[in-house]
């Protein structure tokens, strides 16, 4: 079963809100990730999480806060956001350390809204 | 120059038609090379990975990589309505990041 699930499908908040989203996998992956996406573009890389560590974070504003709580959990805290920050927000999983390359698999997304 | 490019359309083909999906690279580091497919406003699916250089087969899905010209293809045979999305190649080497190409969107037309 290669299934990434994400909480919530939709999410609106303003830009004084505090918000999560949240990531499960249950294939054993020990690499995941965040990303963003705006429409009619690729992804693009916002976190890497390798055996629950913070591994890569791509210089994304602090106003998102990642957090691994276990192997199978990937949360994305969100707090005062930005309007530009309106974008589909993909999690992925991948079998070993991001450092090993290995093929990825993506959850649905949330698609988020900042008024 | 982008490390890989693609072609993003939009491609528009009849229903049956073969299509072919093409993504060229300047990083000849690159090891894994794959392509996902993906509906509006849904995630990426991963369709298709391969490793080495030749042809990867999956039903109506045939993935095909040259290293030496540093192109990948992804050849679509009897395409349907539903096979209607974009496709993004994407590829990785060890130490490195996925890096994808800008899709391209796909119409078959019924």
């Known amino acids: 079963d290669t299934e990434v699930t994400q909480t919530p499908k939709h999410l609106v908040m303003g830009m004084t809100n505090k918000k999560s989203l949240k990531c499960e996998q249950h294939?054993?992956?020990?690499?995941m990730y965040w990303y963003k996406q705006k429409a009619k573009k690729p992804p693009e890389l916002m976190f890497v999480?390798?055996?629950?560590?913070?591994?890569i974070n791509e210089s994304v504003p602090s106003r998102f806060s990642p957090e691994c709580p276990n192997s199978s959990l990937l949360n994305l805290h969100l707090h005062a956001l930005q309007p530009e920050d309106s974008a589909l927000y993909l999690c992925?999983?991948?079998?070993?350390?991001?450092?090993?390359?290995?093929?990825?698999?993506f959850g649905p997304g949330t698609r988020l809204t900042v008024l | 120059q982008k490390e890989v490019e693609q072609d993003p359309g939009p491609l528009s083909v009849p229903e049956g038609a073969i299509v072919s999906l093409n993504c060229t690279y300047s990083?000849?580091?690159?090891?894994?090379f794959m392509w996902y497919r993906q509906y509006s406003r849904k995630g990426p699916e991963l369709l298709m990975y391969?490793?080495?250089?030749g042809n990867k087969e999956d039903g109506r899905f045939t993935a095909q990589v040259d290293k030496s010209s540093k192109y990948i293809s992804l050849f679509i045979r009897d395409s349907q309505p539903s096979d209607s999305a974009t496709y993004l190649c994407?590829?990785?080497?060890?130490?490195?990041?996925?890096?994808f190409g800008q899709g391209t969107e796909l119409s078959v037309k019924p």
């Open positions: 992925a999983s991948s079998g070993y350390s991001w450092f090993e390359a290995d093929t990825q698999y």
């Open positions: 294939m054993g992956h020990r690499a």
């Open positions: 999480y390798s055996y629950e560590k913070l591994s």
């Open positions: 990083n000849s580091a690159f090891q894994y």
């Open positions: 391969t490793y080495s250089s």
């Open positions: 994407a590829m990785i080497y060890q130490g490195g990041k996925l890096i």
